[in-house]
């Protein structure tokens, strides 16, 4: 998020609302290819000085490394999937397909 310098002890930034896609359809998102592992990183960027001070801080949170995943194998994970991830839309049209199919 960005920000005006005096405002960031005043307000603190929130990854809350990141999406995370394996799909490029736009709307802000961030494509994750599955199977690939991630590591968060925060990037503080100093503008509006000479070019000579302009500097880069990266932080990056090694606790909170994961792997892609966007298909299970489990049904039973697939269903907590569907029921607690409300952007879990593909996984719940794929079901939905298999059930009519009369392979679930």
């Known amino acids: 998020s960005s920000g005006i310098n005096a405002e960031w002890p005043l307000r603190p ?3 809350s609302k990141v999406k995370l896609t394996n799909k490029l359809n736009g709307g802000g998102q961030i494509m994750l290819n599955s199977l690939h592992k991630y590591e968060p990183r ?16 990266s932080y990056s949170f090694s606790e909170s490394r994961f792997i892609a995943v966007t298909a299970y194998q489990n ?21 939905e397909r298999q059930d009519k199919e009369g392979h679930g």
Do not use: C, Q
Not at 49 to 54: F, G, I, L, R
Not at 78 to 95: E, S, V
């Open 13 to 15: 930034g929130s990854f």
């Open 42 to 57: 925060l990037h503080i960027i100093r503008v509006g000085a000479p070019d000579v001070t302009k500097s880069v801080t």
């Open 75 to 95: 049904e039973e994970i697939t269903g907590l999937k569907i029921k607690y991830n409300p952007f879990a839309k593909a996984f719940l049209d794929a079901k």
